[in-house]
């Protein structure tokens, strides 16, 4: 006897399986791959065509800090260098009580101040100042300093200029300076020149204006500066055009001088 094959599932009538409804290609599709096929998801559609996050590294945060705590320590370096400083100035003011020196015009003796016809100032003048240095402990080394005698009221008119040479000005010391001043042919405008005449005829004479300038070492002890520069100022000066031969005297009574210390600091001075 042979044994009966019974099937294990009713056979598909008009495309259906179990019931259900399938495509021929879909019924191929499942029957190689064994699995249901479903469709895609949107999840599934977008994260395709998304590209995969890379975090960037942070840079420039790691650059700010570097900049900023440069910045610190550059204010904190400065901070000390200038509390450094004003101490060593407040030790060095306790020892040697430094003041500045002092200068006056002494005398100007006017050889000869005159306009010529075609309106040149011609100059020839005789001025000695005295400095004064009133330190016990400061010595003061002068380079040559440079004269300017001016006068108007924008110092327009340049009467003359000359020098004095380089000197040491010891401690507790008075020196007296000589030097000659001579113009340098400037010719005046009407103006100016007819201002000139009138201020030379009258009484009260022609105002003039000295100024020197130069630069200075200072020694204390054993230890000397920087060279500094220092400008004097000299107002209240009345000159007066000397009559034939004979030389005039400028009246100086009423001059003073001004000493003023011009530090530079890179590009703007003091």
């Not at 003359?160 to 042919?185: Q, V, W, Y």
Request: hydrophobic share 35%; proline share 6%; charged share 20%.
């Amino acid at each position: 006897m042979t044994d009966r094959v019974y099937p294990s599932a009713k056979p598909t009538t008009n495309g259906t399986r179990n019931g259900t409804a399938t495509t021929p290609a879909a019924a191929s599709g499942a029957a190689s791959t064994g699995t249901p096929s479903f469709p895609a998801t949107k999840a599934q559609l977008y994260g395709a065509a998304r590209p995969a996050y890379r975090p960037q590294p942070k840079r420039h945060r790691y650059r700010r800090s570097c900049c900023c705590s440069c910045c610190l320590w550059v204010t904190i370096i400065l901070i000390i260098l200038i509390l450094l400083v004003a101490i060593a100035g407040g030790i060095l003011y306790v020892l040697y009580r430094p003041h500045r020196p002092s200068f006056s015009v002494s005398s100007l003796k006017i050889q000869t101040l005159n306009l010529t016809s075609s309106q040149t100032l011609v100059t020839n003048i005789n001025l000695n100042v005295i400095t004064r240095n009133p330190n016990k402990e400061l010595v003061f080394y002068y380079d040559p300093i440079t004269i300017t005698v001016t006068s108007g009221d924008n110092d327009d008119v340049n009467v003359g200029a000359g020098s004095f040479p380089s000197f040491r000005h010891g401690t507790k010391n008075t020196t007296e300076l000589k030097a000659s001043i001579k113009g340098n042919g400037q010719e005046l405008d009407d103006a100016s020149a007819s201002k000139v005449k009138s201020q030379l005829k009258s009484k009260s004479g022609l105002p003039l204006k000295i100024k020197l300038e130069t630069k200075v070492k200072v020694k204390m002890g054993a230890v000397k500066s920087p060279k500094v520069r220092i400008r004097v100022t000299c107002e209240g000066i009345k000159a007066t055009a000397p009559a034939g031969k004979k030389a005039s005297l400028a009246s100086t009574s009423n001059a003073k001088c001004k000493v003023d210390w011009r530090i530079k600091i890179w590009k703007f001075t003091f």
